[in-house]
């Protein structure tokens, strides 16, 4: 977010771009299927920015998308370091599409930096357009050139555009009255409407948002629509971009409504906002900072006038210690965390199993172990949802599988732990979080009913006929206690982490009634309903099942139909529940010579299907902060095939 | 205090005449016999009634310890949570819930151990809470090791050459992290109590309540030098807002203690050092006597008397209400954004909110 630039100059109308598009014939147009851009500077050059508009652009224009923003932890690392290297990737298609993809057709390097670090990702033939006003000899000495890329052949297979992209800004901003610094800054919005230009993209979108995001400072806003519009220009005029592009809009892929893009944290905080309509509970977040879960406390701080209340805590704990007092108040409570929080919040969540009351756990995992790394991806803290704990203290696990999926598994989160009255885990990760695609916004009448009843009267006669609350009586289809909330007169009662009678809810240390009520929370929870998983093994002869979970979705759809276009058989299927797993799980693997399984983890999801179906489950794992690569899993699942 | 009754006016009021049976819950009391808990629970039950409020929107939250099982014998909602965690969970019930009247049960190792994060950010924030700190100078349930206010060199399991570390005083504790209402009493004081908690009870906002609490089987007599008639005379100073600040037995000099109204020692404040100190009230000096304003802005004088106590002979130890001031309260701000949010954009719409942002439709 740092296109920042200050004027006092007007600016001056948008009548010129317009007459250069009307010549946009004199140059070749090509229509392509699909394209990956990736915008590559330092963490303060505003790639992110840059690349969320350009996938706002692509989003209006209705191809269908899928990005994947990608930063270093540090706010701002040293400049022209590698370690600073921020980059924004965008798959954008005619067709559905389901990843961020593998390789850049594009890569747009603002520095040195920027070329080293992605170079190597780009196959050849790809383009690169570089910023050549920053390959100073001094800059690609810091990441180690000792020539200049740009001239000692090394490029000779790319289609190179050298673009001094901060001097064509300077000179397109020298009207405004700004600093040579200050002009600079607005260089992204340059590369912005060059590759708006080479793409075709409708440009009032980003004019607009500059305008408002800008709307207390117009003289900025006119500076950067400025630089904007140069670029535009310039891709049109000069004779380096002699090859502009078309990708159709995806009309096909999408079933019919309305469309607006969106990121796995806002896609899972509306999702929260709903489930609390749908819940008619107040919204309770107990929350402290963490990256990369932030942004959900940000959004849900926003929307107080549908109730919400939102909570920054001194900690973490103190973050979970107050959704659950919400909680027992009768709020739907919710903290959002990550990894290392989960860590500091697991004595509440054994709390929260023995009080069974409804609780959402969100954690968006990133890599770990410890602080690890936080702007990056990982599945790694699945064992640590179903196991950190002291004691036998099942709790449900639930994972959204792209970024716009996170709506719908908040709501299914929700719906479990309200009618179980239980904590429940959802696990999202950095990947589904940042990363965005086109959500078709659901009709309200959709959605779920998620109501409850609150307890309120007596539910159990004693020996003598006397009318008594018990606040551990279950209800014997869901094995779910009843929830009484504070002011509900005659229900007073006292629960706590204590064992307690089954029933009575009193203290109890007698042994035969803890064996009891282990296995009776284990049960509420392994009796949850959950859909079946479906398969999908359109001719029904593949003896490989490929099994995924969470974010994974995409890359491991996208490598089995690249498999299956190549004419190999393999059935794929992907769980959202993860505790309990679907009953029909059990059967569906028996159905198979071979399961794989792909994670981001060392073999999590691998361990627990092992060890429940005694199924000899290959993992495939990467590690690597990093989504799979939809190619580089498509092989492995072919030498599985062929194995 | 105006406001302390606004806040109270949310809680609604039961139907018919309450008493103390109406308090205890149908669970056996299970604390060691002799122990000062048993006191603090009796003056709680007996308290209550004169709040006045429906039982069913009282809850007491507690951490873990020997005092945290206050909850199971109070005939209201209760939770017994986990170790020093209570602050947090029922910060969150009380902002969510300005219609119940919640207290927290706590102990020296629990609040200011484990729990002393949780604790001193509840005081900053203000929270509606009401906060019992038994304090016994030791780890009871855990049978007997030296707690954080323990004096230094206690010989305990833990300790077997002597404890090393320097205690906290829960008051001076609590006055630094901003509390906007801090007092101190006494197990067996059952009528100093039940006006502190009263006191307490009206207060706006988080009240913190030190309880010096007899632990009869690891620490037994701790405070024996505060209850003992004769000693006490000595050791106690009782703080009445608007008062001189006066103890020991006698009077001045040269006048009898009824008709002084006041001990033979008093407070009053060094002119060079600005801090307080005890001197033997004469005619001369009785003018200097400070006057105790609970009610004062600023802290120091509160934070300056809970300095007074000696540490190890607890002699100049006051007891009674250090701070009683109104400061916003954070559930009532967080209430007034919610409304404010609704004036400002409406009562939320979900359907609108869902379509936010730029959108594009496909036709089918």
């Keep these: ?643 | 205090m105006t406001d302390a009754n606004a806040l109270l006016q949310l809680v609604p009021k039961a139907e018919g005449k309450q008493s103390m049976k109406d308090f205890k819950s149908d669970q056996e009391v299970r604390w060691c016999p002799g122990c000062g808990d048993y006191a603090v629970l009796a003056a709680v039950q007996g308290f209550m009634p004169q709040l006045g409020l429906a039982r069913e929107n009282i809850v007491f939250v507690s951490g873990i310890g020997c005092s945290s099982r206050f909850p199971y014998y109070m005939n209201t909602y209760g939770m017994h949570s986990i170790h020093g965690r209570a602050p947090a969970i029922a910060t969150g019930l009380a902002a969510s819930r300005r219609d119940l009247s919640v207290w927290v049960v706590t102990g020296d190792g629990d609040a200011l151990s484990i729990g002393g994060n949780h604790l001193i950010h509840a005081l900053r924030r203000n929270v509606n809470l009401k906060i019992l700190l038994f304090n016994n100078r030791i780890y009871g349930l855990t049978k007997g090791q030296y707690s954080p206010t323990s004096e230094v060199g206690k010989i305990t399991k833990s300790t077997p050459m002597g404890s090393l570390d320097a205690p906290f005083n829960p008051v001076s504790l609590a006055l630094g992290a901003e509390a906007s209402f801090v007092a101190r009493t006494v197990d067996s004081d059952r009528k100093h109590l039940t006006e502190v908690l009263r006191q307490a009870a009206d207060h706006p906002g988080t009240a913190l309540v030190e309880i010096y609490q007899n632990c009869n089987i690891f620490n037994d007599g701790a405070f024996e030098v505060l209850k003992d008639r004769q000693q006490a005379e000595e050791a106690v100073i009782r703080l009445e807002h608007g008062e001189p600040i006066r103890f020991g037995a006698g009077g001045t000099s040269r006048s009898s203690e009824a008709e002084s109204g006041g001990g033979c020692k008093g407070v009053v404040r060094d002119r060079l050092t600005g801090d307080l100190r005890v001197v033997t009230v004469t005619p001369e000096n009785e003018a200097e006597i400070l006057v105790h304003d609970a009610h004062s802005a600023s802290p120091t004088t509160a934070f300056a008397l809970s300095r007074l106590a000696d540490p190890d002979t607890l002699h100049n130890t006051p007891i009674g209400v250090f701070r009683s001031v109104d400061r916003p309260v954070y559930d009532t701000l967080m209430a007034d954004q919610l409304d404010a949010a609704i004036e400002q954009n409406g009562k939320g719409d979900l359907g609108a909110l869902l379509a936010g942002g730029d959108t594009w439709t496909v036709v089918g």
Aim: proline fraction near 7%; include cysteine; charged fraction near 20%.
């Design chain 1, 1 to 643: 977010m740092t296109s920042q630039v200050s004027s006092t100059a007007e600016q001056a109308d948008g009548a010129v771009v317009g007459e250069q598009r009307k010549a946009a014939g004199t140059k070749d147009v090509r229509r392509l299927d699909r394209v990956i851009i990736r915008f590559a500077g330092d963490s303060g050059d505003g790639m992110q920015l840059t690349g969320d508009r350009f996938t706002s652009e692509t989003a209006s224009f209705g191809n269908d998308l899928s990005t994947l923003p990608n930063f270093p932890a540090e706010i701002r690392a040293p400049a022209g370091t590698l370690p600073g290297v921020s980059s924004f990737q965008l798959h954008f298609a005619d067709h559905d599409i389901l990843t961020p993809g593998d390789a850049p057709n594009v890569l747009v390097a603002m520095n040195p930096a920027a070329l080293k670090a992605n170079i190597g990702d780009l196959p050849r033939g790809a383009e690169i357009i570089v910023n050549t006003d920053e390959f100073t000899k001094r800059a690609m000495q810091k990441v180690g050139y000792d020539a200049s890329p740009l001239e000692d052949g090394s490029l000779d297979g790319y289609q190179l555009h050298p673009v001094p992209l901060t001097t064509l800004t300077v000179e397109a901003l020298k009207e405004f009255d700004l600093t040579r610094k200050e002009a600079e800054r607005s260089k992204n919005m340059f590369a912005l409407g060059l590759l708006s230009w080479m793409y075709h993209r409708p440009t009032e979108g980003t004019e607009k948002f500059l305008r408002s995001k800008f709307a207390k400072k117009p003289d900025i806003a006119a500076a950067n629509i400025a630089a904007f519009r140069a670029g535009w220009n310039f891709g049109e005029t000069t004779e380096d971009f002699a090859v502009s592009y078309e990708v159709a809009p995806a009309a096909t892929a999408f079933p019919p409504g309305v469309y607006r893009n969106i990121s796995g944290n806002l896609a899972l905080s509306y999702g929260l906002v709903a489930a609390s309509r749908q819940a008619d509970l107040p919204l309770f977040l107990g929350s402290y900072p963490i990256t990369p879960a932030s942004d959900i406390l940000h959004e849900l701080s926003r929307h107080k006038n549908f109730g919400v209340r939102t909570f920054q805590a001194e900690d973490e704990i103190a973050g979970i210690g107050a959704a659950l007092g919400a909680a027992f108040g009768g709020s739907l409570a919710v903290t959002t965390t990550s990894g290392p929080g989960v860590a500091l919040k697991s004595e509440t969540i054994g709390l929260a199993v023995s009080l069974e009351l409804p609780l959402l756990i969100v954690d968006i995992q990133r890599g770990g172990p410890s602080t690890g790394l936080p702007t990056k991806t990982e599945q790694a803290d699945l064992l640590q949802a179903m196991y950190g704990r002291n004691g036998e203290a099942p709790v449900p696990v639930v994972a959204p599988r792209t970024p716009a999926d996170c709506f719908d598994a908040a709501l299914e989160a929700a719906r479990i732990a309200l009618t179980y009255r239980t904590p429940v885990f959802l696990l999202s990760d950095g990947y589904l979080a940042n990363g965005s695609e086109p959500w078709r916004i659901p009709d309200l009448e959709e959605l779920p009913d998620l109501r409850v009843r609150f307890a309120q009267g007596p539910n159990h006669a004693l020996d003598d006929g006397t009318e008594v609350f018990w606040p551990y009586k279950r209800d014997p289809q869901t094995l779910a206690r009843p929830w009484a909330i504070p002011g509900t007169p005659g229900l007073e009662h006292r629960i706590g982490g204590i064992e307690k009678q089954d029933g009575s809810g009193n203290i109890s240390y007698d042994p035969a009634n803890h064996d009891h009520m282990v296995r009776t929370r284990q049960a509420k929870v392994d009796g949850i309903e959950v859909p079946d998983v479906e398969v999908d093994d359109p001719d029904g002869t593949a003896r490989v099942l490929v099994l995924g979970w969470g974010s994974t979705y995409g890359p491991v759809t996208a490598a089995v139909r690249r498999l299956r276009a190549a004419g190999e058989s393999v059935a794929q299927a992907h769980l959202r529940h993860l505790n309990p797993f679907p009953r029909n799980l059990g059967a569906v693997l028996k159905g198979y010579d071979k399961v794989v399984i792909p994670e981001m983890n060392l073999g999590q999801l691998a361990t627990l299907i092992r060890a429940k179906y005694l199924v000899d489950a290959h993992s495939y794992n990467q590690v690597n902060g990093m989504p799979f690569k939809a190619e580089q899993l498509a092989a492995a699942l072919k030498e599985a095939i062929d194995d």
